[in-house]
């Protein structure tokens, strides 16, 4: 909203000496002082140096859409949005964060304000820091408030799509060629039905698809493609997984396990060939209750309420013994997960789906010097705090709050924002303009989840511009076939990384049950897919940044496409 803020700030005498956007920033401080995050809209990680007041000014956005690390100790103090940048200070220390790894480990992301580096630490969406005389002070200008108001659904509808069309038109504006992502799911498609009426030139889409069916969205972005005449383009890939694995992984800068890294760095990498921003779908679950999920919870509710001799005597003792599928969202995965996460305490029903490593495992997987310092440490505590600081009693709001907070933040945003500007693309992300987000924050959950239908409103209000094929099909992730990658192509990368004599040497794990994890894996008789590729990647994330001292910060070219991932391409 820069022009609107300078239009603002002109009027208040202010004299710009350049149209930069960063430009408006300095002068919104000039005049509100440290409140002026709360005057702007959009993505940002920012810091000014204050001559006058001897002091240091951070902040970071509302939803946390852009990284900032800062470290802190007397008088020393550094920052950046990258660690790689902190980094580069010869005094702070490269220590494992010990709890951070075990968060990791726990849900496969590490939360804020923790890093992996003991010492460095994210300053949290929606907040600020300043820095005089050797003195930290966070404060929090900006949290989401659950307000559940009783209104009309036409109303809502109504109201929904002139927020969403207003936060994608002024995510327009641009001087450089600009696209979208399209997977031809619910958030994307409408996304890209709103830039098309917005834009008097076709739209820019870009979507990718894998050769294995369960893995292919490729048919579902074609139709809105089509239905919409947008410019589109779409790649069928075979990556080069081991090419790209430490690749990926330094431009983490953290340890990060979600899969889904691999597609977003691929489809940003040939989306950055045609423009230089693209609009993302992203948020759009945690806003509207997307995920099949949110579903299973109320299912699970019934669940409890089975006899215990009939849940644990005949139907998980049943499923434990089944193998895993193939399929990527199949019967028995989903089975498996559901028993899996039943058995965890109720008041982490819905983030149980997000945890991949159980308690009683860690006492088998971590070494006695870990499992020591760990001792008194709850490695869900931070999901409880979110649970009682939702501030309303919609039990589906509340889960919806502690996703905001947690998933959607430090998951889905961290893989957007470092793969896309890994390869120099700069991804905006509509759904999440604050005004947005506060409306659905008043939307009662029975016009975000109803019955088994998720989004409900969301598909209501955009169903005169979407075709009904979208409306009606169902949810799907944007990942990779993972479980038959560690059994080929990344399998000797794997026994190297997990090797029992290297695991021993690092301490942090018991040697034998990583073993059993990968005979298991390997075999077919379980899918440890997720703690194993952690583990690699905490592997491979030392010997980047602990062990070599070297740092990967390489930007990617176009002419290395080839390089990363094989395939054809149909426009």
């Known amino acids: 909203n820069h022009l609107a803020l300078r239009e603002e700030l002109m009027k208040k005498g202010h004299r710009f000496k350049s149209k930069a956007d960063t430009e408006a920033i300095v002068h919104a401080y000039e005049e509100y002082g440290e409140e002026c995050p709360a005057k702007l809209n959009g993505m940002f990680g920012f810091a000014i140096l204050d001559l006058n007041r001897k002091s240091l000014f951070l902040a970071r956005d509302r939803l946390g859409i852009k990284p900032l690390y800062y470290y802190c100790d007397g008088d020393k103090f550094a920052f950046g949005s990258e660690l790689k940048s902190i980094l580069q200070v010869p005094e702070i220390p490269r220590e494992v964060d010990l709890q951070a790894l075990d968060l990791f480990l726990t849900v496969e992301y590490i939360p804020s304000p923790h890093s992996i580096f003991k010492g460095i630490s994210k300053l949290p969406p929606g907040h600020t820091l300043t820095y005089r005389d050797g003195q930290v002070q966070v404060r929090q200008y900006w949290e989401l408030q659950f307000d559940e108001r009783e209104a009309d659904e036409d109303e809502l509808c109504e109201e929904l799509v002139a927020l969403l069309r207003d936060a994608v038109k002024i995510r327009l504006m641009s001087d450089v060629p600009l696209g979208a992502f399209l997977s031809g799911g619910i958030d994307s498609s409408s996304i890209?039905?709103?830039?098309?009426?917005?834009?008097?030139?076709?739209?820019?889409?870009?979507?990718?698809?894998?050769?294995?069916?369960?893995?292919?969205?490729?048919?579902?972005?074609?139709?809105?493609?089509?239905?919409?005449?947008?410019?589109?383009?779409?790649?069928?890939?075979?990556?080069?997984?081991?090419?790209?694995?430490?690749?990926?992984?330094?431009?983490?800068?953290?340890?990060?396990?979600?899969?889904?890294?691999?597609?977003?760095?691929?489809?940003s990498q040939m989306a950055r060939q045609f423009v230089t921003v693209a609009l993302s779908g992203d948020g759009g679950d945690e806003l509207f209750a997307g995920y099949d999920t949110y579903v299973a919870n109320m299912v699970a509710q019934g669940y409890r309420r089975l006899p215990g001799a009939i849940r644990r005597g005949l139907l998980?003792?049943?499923?434990?013994?089944?193998?895993?599928?193939?399929?990527?969202?199949?019967?028995?995965?989903?089975?498996?997960?559901?028993?899996?996460?039943?058995?965890?305490?109720?008041?982490?029903?819905?983030?149980?789906?997000?945890?991949?490593?159980?308690?009683?495992?860690?006492?088998?997987?971590?070494?006695?010097?870990?499992?020591?310092?760990?001792?008194?440490?709850?490695?869900?505590?931070?999901?409880?705090?979110?649970?009682?600081?939702?501030?309303?009693?919609?039990?589906?709001?509340?889960?919806?709050?502690?996703?905001?907070?947690?998933?959607?933040?430090?998951?889905?945003?961290?893989?957007?924002?470092?793969?896309?500007?890994?390869?120099?693309?700069?991804?905006?992300?509509?759904?999440?303009?604050?005004?947005?987000?506060?409306?659905?924050?008043?939307?009662?959950?029975?016009?975000?989840?109803?019955?088994?239908?998720?989004?409900?409103?969301?598909?209501?209000?955009?169903s005169p511009h979407l075709p009904e094929q979208i409306l009606k099909r169902g949810k799907e992730g944007f990942s990779i076939p993972i479980k038959n990658w560690l059994k080929v192509e990344l399998k000797d990368l794997m026994l190297d990384v997990l090797s029992p004599?290297?695991?021993?040497?690092?301490?942090?794990?018991?040697?034998?049950?990583?073993?059993?994890?990968?005979?298991?894996?390997?075999?077919?008789?379980?899918?440890?897919?997720?703690?194993?590729?952690?583990?690699?990647?905490?592997?491979?994330?030392?010997?980047?940044?602990?062990?070599?001292?070297?740092?990967?910060?390489?930007r990617v070219d176009q002419a290395s496409y080839e390089s990363a991932a094989l395939g054809t391409s149909t426009e």
């Open 501 to 554: 004599d290297r695991i021993a040497r690092e301490g942090f794990f018991q040697p034998h049950f990583v073993q059993q994890l990968i005979h298991e894996h390997l075999s077919g008789k379980e899918n440890h897919s997720h703690r194993i590729w952690a583990m690699m990647v905490f592997g491979i994330w030392q010997d980047v940044y602990l062990r070599s001292g070297r740092q990967t910060d390489e």
């Open 192 to 267: 890209v039905a709103l830039m098309s009426q917005e834009m008097n030139l076709p739209v820019k889409t870009f979507s990718i698809s894998f050769k294995e069916s369960s893995y292919n969205e490729a048919a579902y972005a074609r139709t809105v493609a089509q239905h919409f005449g947008t410019e589109h383009h779409e790649f069928t890939i075979e990556p080069d997984a081991l090419e790209l694995t430490e690749k990926l992984i330094g431009f983490l800068d953290e340890p990060f396990g979600d899969f889904s890294i691999f597609p977003t760095f691929l489809v």
């Open 316 to 462: 998980e003792s049943i499923i434990d013994l089944l193998p895993p599928t193939e399929k990527k969202k199949g019967l028995i995965n989903r089975a498996k997960r559901f028993v899996e996460g039943a058995r965890l305490p109720e008041e982490l029903e819905h983030t149980r789906w997000m945890i991949f490593l159980q308690e009683a495992e860690k006492a088998r997987l971590y070494s006695a010097e870990v499992q020591s310092a760990l001792a008194k440490v709850d490695a869900h505590d931070f999901i409880r705090r979110y649970f009682g600081q939702a501030g309303t009693p919609d039990r589906l709001n509340r889960q919806l709050f502690v996703d905001i907070k947690t998933y959607l933040v430090d998951d889905i945003l961290v893989k957007v924002d470092r793969m896309s500007m890994a390869t120099s693309l700069e991804a905006r992300v509509p759904f999440l303009d604050h005004r947005f987000v506060e409306f659905t924050a008043r939307i009662p959950s029975s016009f975000k989840l109803r019955g088994k239908q998720t989004k409900h409103l969301l598909k209501r209000a955009m």
